[in-house]
């Protein structure tokens, strides 16, 4: 509609790949392999499905408005105060609204490039305007993955908000503590820093830390994460956002209401009083990230470095994208689902959810065949 603003005008919505549903009504009632959103195999921990049973009786009443028995329990694992936690239906509507408070019409965003997609959406949606930095080239360390110097550069004085992903979505690439806090010692102050960190837990690479120990001594950065991703929550839609309490309070004063539900709420919480199933799912999905890597570097292609839940791999050259969407629309009809990457410019790469073991096997499996 020519009534929208200007910048929505340009927006593409945020496209989720396959039709999912579809998909699953074509195959209803057989083994389906759906590794295209980075959902967790595992599902979530026992006692937050018990916790979502518990408020079923009370749904006709408004959840806590606050969410405070679930911030408190959130500053207790981070030692953090409750002030310095803001929750979202999902981190997803906590990173649309940073820009929405921190950069309006004519301020500059910046993020790099294979960032996150949403970063883009939340920054026109904002009227502001997007600048994106070069990222590491295909010979380095880290193909793909951020390169802090370059976003610092392209920092300029209208610059009100960066948007990081550590690590990022869809590279599945990292960067180190030290590179980071070097990063953040070259940010003017009035500058936002939004580091998502939605796949932390997953990381174990030595270099890595949460920036979170760096909120104490910066109150322009904000850390973001979710109950999507290693607590297997996504259809509850929780996530939380951490940062010095006066930017929080900034924050509350344009959050919805209600935007958290009582069973999201209740299964967030219990969720965190389960750190066996955490530690069981994190460890399940380093071997099986790690089994799943080799198996398709032996079949010759190219797999992104990666600390998350998903494989970045790359399918054919730049330039043969129908090549790689020939071999997604076999597995498709294979009952296979990955996730295309045209949309972030890697038309010749499928972004892959580390599985439970015996998804991988079955993915092997149907490459195998549609590969030969
Ligand atoms: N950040 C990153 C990097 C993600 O990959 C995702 C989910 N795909 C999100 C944020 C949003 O997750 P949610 O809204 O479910 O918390």
């Not at 079923?56 to 679930?70: C, E, K, N, Q």
């Not at 990292?174 to 939605?198: T, Y």
């Not at 935007?259 to 969720?271: D, F, K, Q, R």
């Not at 791999?313 to 295309?340: N, Q, S, T, W, Y």
Request: hydrophobic letters at 45%; glycine letters at 8%.
């Amino acid at each position: 509609s020519s009534l929208a603003q200007p910048g929505i005008q340009r927006l593409r919505a945020y496209d989720p790949g396959h039709d999912l549903v579809a998909f699953r009504r074509r195959f209803e009632g057989r083994f389906l392999v759906e590794l295209g959103s980075n959902e967790n195999p595992y599902g979530p921990s026992a006692k937050a499905k018990e916790a979502v049973l518990g408020t079923i009786h009370d749904s006709f009443r408004y959840p806590d408005p606050l969410g405070g028995d679930l911030k408190r329990a959130l500053a207790a694992k981070h030692g953090v105060e409750a002030a310095s936690i803001l929750l979202g239906n999902g981190s997803h509507e906590l990173l649309m609204q940073f820009a929405q408070v921190f950069a309006g019409p004519g301020a500059d965003v910046v993020a790099s490039k294979y960032g996150f997609a949403v970063y883009a959406i939340a920054a026109q949606a904002a009227g502001a305007t997007l600048h994106v930095a070069p990222c590491n080239a295909d010979d380095h360390a880290m193909p793909r993955g951020h390169d802090l110097d370059a976003i610092a550069v392209t920092i300029t004085p209208t610059t009100r908000l960066v948007y990081i992903a550590n690590p990022n979505n869809p590279t599945g690439t990292w960067f180190g503590a030290d590179a980071f806090a070097a990063f953040m010692a070259k940010v003017p102050a009035d500058v936002l820093v939004v580091v998502d960190e939605a796949y932390a837990e997953f990381v174990d690479a030595p270099e890595w830390a949460s920036a979170l120990s760096l909120i104490q001594t910066h109150p322009n950065l904000v850390v973001t994460r979710t109950f999507s991703k290693a607590y297997a929550l996504a259809g509850l839609r929780v996530g939380y956002a951490i940062a010095h309490p006066g930017l929080i309070a900034v924050m509350e004063r344009v959050r919805e209401s209600f935007n958290v539900n009582s069973a999201g709420l209740a299964a967030a919480e219990a969720a965190l009083g389960d750190d066996e199933h955490l530690r069981w799912v994190v460890a399940r999905n380093a071997e099986q990230r790690a089994s799943l890597a080799e198996a398709l570097r032996a079949r010759g292609l190219m797999v992104f470095p990666s600390q998350t839940s998903f494989l970045l791999v790359k399918f054919a050259e730049p330039g043969d994208e129908a090549r790689v969407a020939r071999i997604d629309a076999a597995l498709i009809d294979a009952g296979v689902v990955l996730r295309p990457m045209g949309g972030y410019g890697l038309g010749h790469c499928l972004r892959i959810t580390v599985g439970n073991a015996d998804e991988n096997r079955r993915l092997l499996a149907e490459l195998d065949k549609v590969l030969a």
